[in-house]
């Protein structure tokens, strides 16, 4: 069965410091999507990465990073010139292709920023 | 609409009660999902809709949970007789692709 780990619960790091976020997925699927997503203390997600397993190149949105090592099956986010606004709940999540379609998520890291 | 609308936005009810939580998808999404985040926990799939039909709703905790969705647009998930492991937070989620996927804000449960 697929599943995702995040072994981080919490994670600090200095103002404009660059973070990385731990995960790593099991599948026997060849064809999957890895996404990440933050979720503020407000309560909402919001849609940060996504790299496919085809996908060539390690994915990257601003100041995202996505360092997607597919022998390892691990999907780390990197944050680069961390700001006070990040500091939140990120899930790591996988789409399940076995046919049923579901996104499975991971228990998450708690990022805080200092100042 | 623009986003995912979930509703109500926070929702306290007695032990024993029904409650009902509405879904509204982005319009042309056609599947849909259902999670429950439990305090400080990961997310928890519930049930996924593709159009009408829900292919899978293996994360339903008991049958005192149900879910419909009409039009291939608007869902509802019913808790029966609810308990105090019911309360949550309800989270909704509209798919178009494999790679296209928003939540709405949210329903929370409180069951007292």
């Known amino acids: 069965a697929q599943k995702i780990t995040q072994t981080q619960p919490g994670m600090f790091v200095q103002e404009k410091e660059a973070v990385t976020l731990d995960c790593t997925y099991d599948t026997s699927d060849p064809s999957y999507g890895l996404f990440w997503y933050k979720q503020p203390s407000s309560g909402e997600m919001i849609f940060l990465i996504y790299?496919?397993?085809?996908?060539?190149q390690n994915a990257t949105e601003g100041r995202y990073s996505l360092n997607f090592q597919k022998a390892r099956k691990s999907a780390n986010l990197v944050i680069s010139a961390s700001q006070l606004g990040d500091s939140a709940m990120y899930f790591c999540a996988m789409r399940d292709t076995s046919g049923t379609y579901k996104y499975i998520f991971g228990t998450g890291t708690r990022l805080k920023v200092l100042a | 609409g623009a986003g995912v609308s979930q509703s109500p936005s926070n929702k306290v009810t007695e032990k024993g009660k029904d409650v009902e939580l509405r879904c509204d998808p982005i319009s042309g999404h056609t599947a849909l999902y259902w999670y429950r985040q439990s305090l400080g926990q990961g997310l928890e799939f519930l049930i996924y809709f593709q159009g009408n039909s829900a292919p899978d709703k293996s994360g339903l905790p008991s049958d005192r949970f149900s879910a419909e969705r009409t039009g291939g647009s608007v869902s509802t998930l019913t808790i029966q007789r609810t308990q105090q492991e019911d309360s949550a937070v309800y989270l909704c989620?509209?798919?178009?692709?494999?790679?296209?996927?928003?939540f709405g804000s949210g329903t929370r449960l409180t069951v007292v």
């Open positions: 989620a509209s798919s178009l692709s494999f790679v296209s996927f928003a």
């Open positions: 790299q496919g397993s085809y996908d060539q």
